[in-house]
């Protein structure tokens, strides 16, 4: 059922994603600053790395001690995916290990997302 | 840069007058919010929001065990000149009290608290750090990221002593961030807004 809500969240996302804000990654980098208490590019730290995030399923990270929650939520994260994650993690994903209480401006997700389809590149 | 000896004396006697009395009152009374909230948790809370409060407070005890061991890192690298490294045992021992207290509010609200790791374990870019000016970037950059970390927890605790505890915790690492990027003779971070855009 929750798979099923989230996939259904998701498909609404990727038809709304034309109409999305025009991401800025260098405005991106700067509120990666946010994330980087527990995140870092290429290493596992309270959370997992992001090297490698886009088309990767969630919760899959080797080495990385996830949450039930997250493992088995069924998300593929994808610019749609992530901008709907980034409004409200626990939201998103009850459960989730996730201590942050999301970016409520579009402009911002949109470059954060921007930077991480750039920085994250394997 | 290197820190030259005059200007370390500086900053340790401005570190002084910040956080000499103060850290001992901030740290008496974040563990009386975090610790002394759990009587009240206990009774107002319900088991979601208090699992969804254990959640949080085991982030941010863990983010103070990756500091307590990255100001170890540096306190053995044998790069930091003598006040420097002062500051840095100072600041790590912030750290250590805020553990302290987290990990008790942890296991009186039920939780278990989480365990540090070893040092090898938090794999810090040591390769990188080569003189005492990289090991000041390095670790102006664990608090900043801390700062920001407790700034987007803790909208969501659902005790609002304990959100007060962390915004505690959150002013102290504001302090060692700036205090660091000082020590760096960066420009301090004299944002409006720290870890959120309003």
Request: net charge neutral; glycine share 10%.
């Amino acid at each position: 059922m929750l798979r099923a809500c989230i996939g259904g969240l998701a498909l609404a996302l990727l038809l709304a994603g034309a109409a999305s804000a025009e991401g800025d990654p260098a405005k991106g980098e700067q509120i990666y600053h946010r994330c980087q208490g527990c995140h870092s590019i290429d290493r596992n730290r309270i959370g997992p790395m992001h090297k490698g995030l886009f088309g990767r399923p969630a919760g899959s990270v080797p080495g990385f001690d996830y949450s039930a929650a997250m493992k088995n939520s069924g998300i593929v994260w994808t610019a749609a995916t992530l901008d709907l994650f980034l409004q409200g993690p626990r939201q998103m994903v009850p459960g989730t290990k996730m201590t942050f209480v999301g970016l409520p401006k579009a402009q911002d997700r949109a470059d954060l997302i921007a930077y991480l389809e750039v920085a994250t590149k394997p | 840069m290197l820190l030259l000896p005059s200007k370390a004396s500086n900053l340790l006697a401005r570190r002084s007058l910040l956080t000499g009395s103060g850290r001992a009152v901030l740290s008496a009374t974040a563990v009386g919010l975090l610790v002394g909230c759990t009587a009240k948790a206990g009774t107002m809370q319900t088991a979601d929001t208090s699992k969804a409060d254990v959640d949080i407070l085991n982030t941010a005890l863990a983010l103070e065990y990756e500091g307590i061991a990255a100001y170890q890192v540096g306190a053995e690298s044998g790069l930091l000149q003598p006040p420097v490294l002062k500051l840095a045992v100072g600041f790590q021992s912030d750290h250590k009290e805020h553990a302290e207290a987290l990990a008790k509010a942890i296991t009186k609200l039920g939780g278990m608290p989480v365990q540090s790791k070893t040092v090898a374990e938090y794999n810090f870019p040591t390769a990188t750090l080569k003189n005492q000016t990289d090991v000041l970037r390095f670790a102006a950059g664990l608090e900043e990221g801390a700062v920001n970390a407790y700034a987007g927890a803790i909208p969501l605790f659902g005790d609002k002593t304990l959100a007060g505890a962390g915004a505690s915790i959150l002013g102290s690492e504001s302090m060692h961030w700036a205090i660091l990027r000082y020590a760096l003779g960066d420009q301090p971070p004299t944002v409006a807004f720290v870890g959120q855009s309003y």
